[in-house]
């Protein structure tokens, strides 16, 4: 075909791109604004018009799905012979290709997967960690390794990234030495080190990069913005000094940092390669005005350089609705009448979707959606009873019921169960750990729900079973469920966002400035999944009856059309709590309270006090895990003063906890509830 049918039907600014045929160039593309369109367009028309031949040409993508749409694209386009791969597939394939010539004797064998590896680590290192913590020490050495972070610079490195490790640091050392050491003795390699061998081995071998590189002279990556520094290192060695580069990215889209992914290549590729050509991508064809306007106003607020304002090229659709509901049951039901009604009207389910922030939020969706008999498919995760914690947890309590009395509390029986597959006071910081505690908080929150309607344990595993077996049908066809990472890269007719509330989006543990911008690029990601319906929606509280405490995500402030909630801050003004006027006295011998500390505990300090020991400790127990979340030290949660204090009166109700000194709105809106629930399981017990 002539070459300029590879210019044909593009908008001025993807003409743009397809037209700087030589690098460097830097595109900016927006949620659909057809960048892959752009950079197909660009690679045929520099073939088809003799500026490069198809076989020099290397595009690199994060996916083999995405790889092998480029090649599609290109193949129909007439520029067959390109090569489109992910940066391990071009690293292994070189690798694999130069091993016997520069090294001799057999590549070493690609795992697939750290764990049977790491398995055996630990036991090198005397260590039995449970499969889910086990994983979030692999994602922790596959940080390290992206991050170029040796075993002797892991602590530095942590550190320094304010980052919180799944273990000690001390012991993610020595089972990160373990681990490299085992697989180094087996002649094995992990997809970072075919980066990482790949580079040395060019670096090292001046006539590998010199075929290399007279292979390769151009170069195309997308989705820059979640190219991390070891996948940077590759592709600065691929180059050579040369600057033949394009890359295609989205700030907006960053949600992969805790990878090792970072947007700073991107931001700062004008910097690196002056003189670039950059181009903005921002004309939106998949979502209407509606939800264009949104995503603009919600990311508006980013600190993100470079953030792109989308604009519209779809015709008007409906608004956005947003809804508030009492509980979390109401509000999965609401969205099943909600996507009955669209089917109604003709949409189809698999152009429908639910997204949420975490895993363990789908099981009153899957419950929701198969009540109303309508079918869904899980994206991205098990559905949530067959996650091996739900399956051993709802083997563990079905053999309770052999021996539970008809009298016996159900609701405590159930905790004390899960507790012994890992359900803690407070949850993990992140990772697997984290999702693995949510699943199993999850059935201990629907055991307090059933345990409250006269439920005893029997009914309680009936019930599971009940909607294990509503869950297990097979659908052809059905509504997506999925969380937010799942659902980057798709699209939808309909996407509803539910549980948008502070402390699950932003999740409870993004606490740093960077950290709480991921999260508003998260909600800007599901926004832009929506083509035209879009329903975004929150519980007040957990479960019917429940105490409506919680408030709609900060990031919705402004836009809901009710009254905007403010997000608490993690300092408070010290005229926030009034002082006392009066002075205050023991309540043991009613002296006159004058120390600080003292006062807080409510007596002198010579004069005995009862208190719950069990409690006490469960309290430390409980801050040590928050403060370890959080990343602060143990006393900036509460101190042992106010520890001891809180022991000693156990309150029940925020303003018994409020009555304590030293305890204040804020920290009663962080902490209150994990305190008080503690204080009401020893009164149980």
């Known amino acids: 075909m002539p070459h300029d049918d590879a210019l044909s039907g593009l908008d001025p600014e993807q003409t743009a791109v397809a037209e700087a045929v030589s690098g460097p160039v830097c595109v900016l593309a927006g949620a659909g604004t057809g960048k892959t369109r752009a950079i197909t367009h660009?690679?045929?028309?520099?073939?088809?018009?003799?500026?490069?031949?198809?076989?020099?040409?290397?595009?690199?993508?994060?996916?083999?799905?995405?790889?092998?749409?480029?090649?599609?694209?290109?193949?129909?386009?007439?520029?067959?012979?390109?090569?489109?791969?992910?940066?391990?597939?071009?690293?292994?394939?070189?690798?694999?290709?130069?091993?016997?010539?520069?090294?001799?004797?057999?590549?070493?064998?690609v795992i697939e997967s750290k764990l049977p590896l790491l398995v055996e680590a630990c036991r090198v290192v005397r260590r039995s960690p449970e499969r889910a913590e086990l994983r979030d020490i692999a994602a922790e050495i596959e940080w390290a390794k992206v991050t170029q972070l040796s075993p002797e610079d892991y602590k530095t490195g942590v550190a320094k990234a304010g980052?919180?490790?799944?273990?000690?640091?001390?012991?993610?050392?020595?089972?990160?030495?373990?681990?490299?050491?085992?697989?180094?003795?087996?002649?094995?390699?992990?997809?970072?080190?075919?980066?990482?061998?790949?580079?040395?081995?060019?670096?090292?071998?001046?006539?590998?990069?010199?075929?290399?590189?007279?292979q390769y002279r151009h170069f195309v990556v997308d989705e820059y913005q979640d190219v991390n520094p070891l996948q940077k290192l590759l592709l600065d060695t691929w180059l050579g000094g040369r600057d033949d580069l394009c890359v295609v990215g989205d700030p907006n889209q960053t949600i992969y940092s805790f990878t090792g992914a970072t947007p700073r290549y991107l931001t700062g590729f004008a910097i690196e390669h002056p003189g670039a050509t950059v181009i903005r991508l921002v004309r939106d064809y998949r979502s209407t005005p509606q939800v264009v306007r949104l995503a603009n106003t919600v990311i508006s607020a980013a600190r993100t350089p470079h953030k792109l304002e989308l604009i519209a090229q779809r015709p008007d659709g409906p608004e956005p609705a947003f809804s508030e509901y009492d509980d979390e049951q109401a509000e999965a039901a609401g969205v099943a009448r909600a996507i009955g009604a669209l089917l109604d009207k003709g949409v189809k389910a698999r152009e429908i979707a639910v997204l949420f922030r975490i895993n363990a939020q789908s099981?009153?969706?899957?419950?929701?959606?198969?009540?109303?008999?309508?079918?869904?498919?899980?994206?991205?995760?098990?559905?949530?009873?067959?996650?091996?914690?739900?399956?051993?947890?709802?083997?563990?309590?079905?053999?309770?019921?052999?021996?539970?009395?008809?009298?016996?509390a159900m609701a405590p029986a159930v905790h004390h169960i899960l507790s012994g597959i890992g359900l803690t006071p407070e949850p993990p910081g992140g990772g697997t750990a984290r999702e693995r505690w949510e699943s199993l908080k999850a059935l201990a929150d629907l055991a307090e729900d059933l345990a409250a309607g006269g439920a005893d344990l029997h009914a309680f595993v009936a019930e599971l079973s009940r909607r294990a077996a509503e869950q297990h049908a097979p659908p052809v066809e059905g509504v997506t469920l999925a969380s937010l990472h799942a659902a980057k890269g798709l699209e939808w007719d309909a996407v509803f966002l539910v549980g948008l509330t502070d402390g699950t989006l932003p999740i409870i543990y993004a606490e740093t400035p960077d950290q709480l911008e991921e999260e508003r690029r998260l909600l800007y990601v599901g926004i832009t999944r929506a083509r035209a319906h879009l329903g975004l929606s929150w519980a007040l509280a957990r479960s019917p009856g429940g105490r409506r405490g919680r408030r709609p995500s900060r990031f919705l402030a402004g836009l809901t059309g009710r009254p905007a909630h403010r997000a608490a801050q993690p300092s408070t003004p010290a005229r926030e709590r009034p002082r006392l006027a009066?002075?205050?006295?023991?309540?043991?011998?009613?002296?006159?309270?004058?120390?600080?500390?003292?006062?807080?505990?409510?007596?002198?300090?010579?004069?005995?006090?009862?208190?719950?020991?069990?409690?006490?400790?469960?309290?430390?127990?409980?801050?040590?895990?928050?403060?370890?979340?959080?990343?602060?030290?143990?006393?900036?949660?509460?101190?042992?003063?106010?520890?001891?204090?809180?022991?000693?009166?156990?309150?029940?109700?925020?303003?018994?906890?409020?009555?304590?000194?030293?305890?204040?709105?804020?920290?009663?809106?962080?902490?209150?509830?994990?305190?008080?629930?503690?204080?009401?399981?020893?009164?149980?017990?």
Request: hydrophobic fraction near 40%; glycine fraction near 6%; charged fraction near 25%.
């Open 582 to 685: 009066t002075p205050m006295h023991c309540r043991v011998c009613s002296k006159t309270l004058v120390a600080a500390p003292e006062q807080k505990l409510g007596r002198c300090a010579g004069c005995p006090a009862d208190y719950d020991e069990g409690l006490l400790e469960a309290l430390k127990t409980w801050r040590m895990a928050t403060a370890k979340e959080a990343g602060v030290p143990p006393y900036v949660v509460f101190t042992d003063v106010t520890l001891q204090a809180i022991a000693e009166r156990a309150p029940t109700t925020e303003r018994d906890l409020l009555s304590i000194t030293g305890i204040g709105r804020v920290k009663l809106d962080r902490y209150g509830e994990a305190v008080l629930n503690l204080c009401r399981d020893r009164e149980v017990s």
């Open 42 to 109: 660009r690679i045929a028309h520099a073939v088809r018009s003799g500026v490069v031949e198809a076989q020099s040409v290397l595009a690199v993508t994060f996916t083999t799905r995405a790889a092998g749409e480029l090649r599609r694209r290109l193949a129909e386009l007439g520029a067959p012979g390109v090569q489109a791969r992910t940066f391990h597939a071009a690293a292994l394939r070189q690798l694999t290709y130069f091993w016997p010539r520069v090294i001799g004797g057999e590549a070493p064998s």
């Open 363 to 408: 099981e009153t969706y899957e419950q929701a959606l198969a009540k109303a008999g309508i079918p869904y498919l899980l994206r991205g995760a098990d559905r949530f009873f067959e996650r091996p914690e739900v399956r051993q947890a709802v083997v563990l309590l079905r053999g309770a019921t052999r021996s539970a009395d008809a009298g016996d």
């Open 163 to 214: 980052r919180t490790p799944p273990v000690p640091a001390d012991e993610v050392v020595r089972l990160y030495e373990a681990y490299e050491r085992l697989r180094r003795e087996r002649h094995l390699v992990d997809f970072e080190t075919i980066l990482e061998l790949t580079a040395a081995v060019m670096t090292e071998h001046a006539e590998v990069a010199a075929q290399i590189r007279g």
